[in-house]
């Protein structure tokens, strides 16, 4: 199988995942509670993130954590869209809001 | 309102700095209040699925708005506005961090600065966010979290897959 970061994120649990250790690492029980699925398929999507250098590990006293890896994230094509993405749908509600202050005032 | 508005983003060449310019229908101090009062803020800043929840609001130089993001499962990440500079309908510049909810900020987390300009246009109001990095490496940080983001909307079966979830 492909190994790249698209073939990371093609996966909606893997996106999950990546989604659960962007702003901090967690450990394997912690990040399975997360999905109603097994922690075997849980395991099996870290291995392939792994594999495709999204996710870090490291080891903490007897706990693994997972991190992501956010030079790889660089590897993915159009990589300012979800920011963009953030932004529209932000000002989006922000034009909403606008239209309502219009409406209330006049 | 027919259309919805563009919005751009660009990178400046020292790839520190990301430009976001987006035009709104309506008059300047509608949307001077709607960037500026923690009521309105509240109602817009954050994409969905999360709410902003203002702790405090000083909107004065020298001042600071404490903020949470609020996810669907309650869980919140905080952060800091520090207003440096402020002409009113004009611009306002200051500094964003991430913090805990008194407003300690985490020094991991990529610091921001911003100055943000508008200017009325024949139909609106034009605003112009200008976001300063320290490094490139803190800009990336941030459209990877952008990132994160934009994948979570797009997906909007992945609530089904979180039990739990952050900002």
């Known amino acids: 199988m492909r190994r ?3 073939q990371a994120i093609a996966d909606p649990t893997r996106r999950a995942i990546l989604y659960h250790i962007a702003l901090e690492g967690k450990t394997p029980n912690v990040l399975a509670q997360h999905f109603h699925s097994s922690r075997q398929a849980v395991s099996k999507h870290i291995k392939i ?4 250098g999204l996710v870090k590990q490291e080891q903490s006293g007897r706990e693994i954590y997972y991190y992501i ?30 239209k309502n202050q219009k409406t209330k005032r006049s | 309102m027919n259309q ?12 520190k700095k990301l430009i976001v310019v987006r035009e709104f229908d309506a008059p300047m101090d509608h949307v001077w209040k709607a960037w500026t009062e923690s009521e309105l803020l509240d109602q817009w800043w954050a994409p969905k699925p999360w709410r902003a929840e203002t702790k405090t609001m000083d909107f004065r130089e020298g001042g600071t ?17 520090d207003f440096k500079k402020i002409i009113p309908n004009k611009s306002f510049i200051g500094d964003d ?7 300690k900020i985490n020094p991991e987390m990529p610091r921001m600065h911003w100055e943000n300009e508008f200017s009325e246009t024949a139909s609106g109001t034009k605003v112009t966010v200008e976001i300063t990095f320290s490094s490139e490496e ?27 979830q952050k900002v």
């Not at chain 1, 994230?73 to 909403?96: A, C, V």
């Open chain 2, 65 to 81: 708005w404490l903020y949470s993001m609020v996810g669907p499962d309650g869980s919140r990440h905080w952060s800091r506005a």
């Open chain 2, 138 to 164: 803190q800009l990336e940080k941030i459209i990877e979290m952008g990132f994160k983001e934009g994948f979570t909307m797009a997906h909007g079966n992945l609530d089904e897959l979180l039990v739990a």
């Open chain 1, 4 to 6: 790249d970061v698209f």
């Open chain 2, 97 to 103: 961090a991430f913090c805990d909810e008194n407003g």
């Open chain 2, 4 to 15: 919805k508005n563009q919005t751009t983003i660009t990178k400046d060449p020292s790839n």
């Open chain 1, 49 to 52: 993130l792994t594999e495709c």
């Open chain 1, 69 to 98: 890896n956010p030079k790889k994230l660089k590897e993915i094509d159009k990589w300012l869209q979800p920011f963009r993405t953030m932004w529209e749908d932000r000002f989006g509600q922000l034009d909403n809001l606008l």
